[in-house]
């Protein structure tokens, strides 16, 4: 290429420097690119924190039926010019270049305003602004601004005690605007400048005219168990801060991006690098710091996604290793936690069942048995039966130390282990088979409110409603039914009385010629209610199994049906009921044909899912 063509070309080139055509354009771009209120409102008190202001006090009231928004702190009040007075003029001519910049670099780090647009974001809350400050002379002067108007004035303002500070009026608000309360403002300020003011130790009234009420900005308080331990990967920008906490899971668990104890983002999974475990887990609330990040100027509500955004994230990737183990284990515990819970619904609810239905074709655990030998008068008359796998005879097995008792030293029980009054009467059986010409001895167990068995003050009254046959002492807690010598149905009510109480029950009882129990000869060894335990197989048909020897029902906790039922927790409960259903009617009915089988499964169901809670 000759010299005569490069020369023409480098003359093609043209060069050239960005630049504003439209200055009141850009500003207005600007002034309406903040577009929450409440940010509005945190510019503003960020400011009075900056200038150090150790009482800030947010005033929402009307004047003239119209709504206002005041600000008044006690701080250091607008900078002045070399003649001693607030510099309004500055404020107002130097948008974009904030005098902050140079007070990061003489006095402090923590002041958070450097782009020098937080005041027009007044734009968002009101029509006109007024700020007011003194001056060395004593005197107190005001600049006025308007919404979409470039002009502004500066005047004295004659009052008879100069302002100590700042004071910042928004008046009338956006139409919009009239549901901003002071409840709002606490709330977003306690979680947007959380740290920002625990720091810098200042309190924040806010005065809600309107709403006749007075409240405190306390810096939001976080619950669960705090983390430790937790370092990221240092950087060379600076330090990260985290304050974690591990809490009980649920979707309103968030964890904010700040950067200098102000909020940039209240979750940080709204960033595409965090939308991942353990952030979206929700097991974790708290704060992640982050002072280096650079802000979009405009909101200051998002990240610009440059060289100290890439260093950040690489610095939390051992933090997300970490919470994932601690997350990990704290699933397990409650899995286990809720599977022990799940164990004594069931098996609570089960023993209910079992004393509504026959006793001699349900009676597998000896559940009547253990009521019969129960003695009044001990703390175990208080309340329901208990009856564990680890027990191996079905009854009730003494605790093994007094606490477990709640019986202190003296031999006396608890106050909260008294029974109340009288609420419900049960007749146990419920329903029953007798032969003819044969005697049956029935009970009824009498509760309070809060299912603890009443003995004291109590009459009762039996007797026949329908059918034949004879009771025999039917005014004590238990009564005898004697046969008639021929078939029957027999209803057997009972009637409570304590005081003014009165509750009442009824009984079924099958006279028949001849007794066939259909249930388990060899049921063998009365080891008490079954518990339960997972095993894993996925695309496996079977749901659960029955381990005779261990007394533990096997569930197939990879089946789709588990996956279904195990998304919400009530169905999950009930999932697990049917399949001990399921086990404990095909094990004690053995050699019955299916139909049968299906018949007693829903009979057990039945009365077994009445009690599930």
Not at 76 to 94: M, Q, S, Y
Request: include cysteine.
């Amino acid at each position: 290429m000759s010299k005569s063509m490069r020369k023409k070309k480098r003359k093609d080139v043209r060069t050239g420097k960005l630049r504003i055509a439209d200055h009141w354009n850009a500003i207005s771009i600007i002034a309406n690119s903040q577009a929450n209120p409440l940010k509005a409102v945190a510019e503003f008190v960020e400011n009075s924190i900056d200038a150090r202001a150790k009482q800030i006090v947010i005033i929402r009231g009307k004047k003239k039926g119209e709504f206002y928004l005041k600000i008044s702190d006690d701080g250091e009040g607008i900078p002045r010019n070399k003649d001693g007075l607030p510099d309004f003029r500055r404020v107002a001519t130097h948008i974009c270049d904030s005098i902050k910049r140079q007070f990061k670099s003489e006095r402090s780090a923590d002041i958070q305003g450097e782009f020098g647009i937080g005041l027009l974001s007044f734009w968002t809350v009101g029509h006109n602004l007024n700020m007011a400050s003194s001056g060395a002379d004593g005197k107190t002067y005001e600049m006025t601004m308007a919404k979409d108007s470039p002009d502004f004035t500066v005047k004295d303002k004659r009052i008879m005690l100069p302002i100590k500070g700042t004071d910042l009026m928004i008046h009338p608000l956006l139409p919009g605007l009239r549901s901003l309360t002071g409840e709002k403002i606490q709330r977003y300020l306690a979680s947007e400048l959380r740290d920002r003011i625990k720091s810098a130790e200042v309190t924040v009234k806010i005065i809600d005219r309107t709403g006749r009420k007075e409240l405190i900005v306390v810096p939001r308080q976080f619950t669960g168990r705090l983390l430790h331990k937790l370092k990221p990967a240092e950087t060379l920008h600076g330090d990260i801060y985290l304050e974690l906490y591990l809490t009980d899971p649920g979707p309103s668990n968030r964890v904010g991006l700040y950067r200098r104890g102000t909020r940039v983002l209240p979750s940080i999974t709204e960033l595409e690098q965090f939308q991942k475990e353990p952030w979206t887990a929700g097991y974790v609330e708290g704060i992640v710091d982050a002072p280096f990040l650079n802000l979009t100027p405009g909101t200051r509500q998002g990240i610009i996604r440059d060289d100290r955004f890439h260093t950040f994230s690489q610095a939390m990737v051992p933090v997300e290793s970490h919470l994932q183990e601690i997350i990990d284990d704290q699933r397990k515990a409650e899995e286990e936690r809720s599977s022990r819970l799940i164990l004594r619904r069931v098996q609570r609810a089960l023993k209910e069942a079992f004393l509504r239905l026959p006793e001699e074709e349900y009676d597998w655990f000896d559940i009547h048995a253990g009521m019969a030998k129960k003695k009044p008068g001990t703390v175990f008359s208080t309340g329901p039966l208990s009856v564990s796998p680890e027990n191996e005879n079905g009854r009730e097995s003494e605790p093994a130390d007094l606490s477990e008792r709640n019986i202190d030293e003296t031999g006396q029980m608890q106050f909260f282990e008294y029974a109340g009054p009288l609420f419900s009467a049960l007749i146990t059986p419920k329903s029953s088979v007798v032969s003819v010409d044969k005697r049956k001895t029935y009970r009824v167990v009498c509760r309070d409110r809060s299912r603890r068995t009443v003995l004291e003050n109590l009459e009762y009254q039996w007797e026949i409603s329908d059918g034949d046959g004879q009771l025999l002492e039917n005014n004590t807690e238990s009564v005898t039914f004697s046969a008639p010598p021929e078939p029957c149905l027999t209803t057997l009510i009972v009637i409570v009385r304590q005081g003014d109480t009165e509750c009442r029950d009824e009984a079924l009882i099958t006279v028949t010629e001849t007794l066939l129990d259909q249930s388990s000869k060899d049921a063998g060894h009365r080891k008490g209610l079954p518990g339960y335990t997972y095993r894993r197989a996925p695309g496996e048909m079977w749901r659960s199994q029955f381990d005779v020897d261990k007394n533990v029902v096997i569930i197939n906790n990879g089946h789709r049906d588990f996956v279904y039922a195990g998304k919400v927790k009530r169905r999950k409960l009930r999932y697990i009921c049917r399949l001990f259903c399921k086990e404990l009617i095909r094990h004690n009915f053995p050699g019955m044909q299916t139909d049968e089988l299906l018949e007693r499964m829903i009979e057990l169901s039945l009365y077994t899912e009445e009690h599930l809670k």
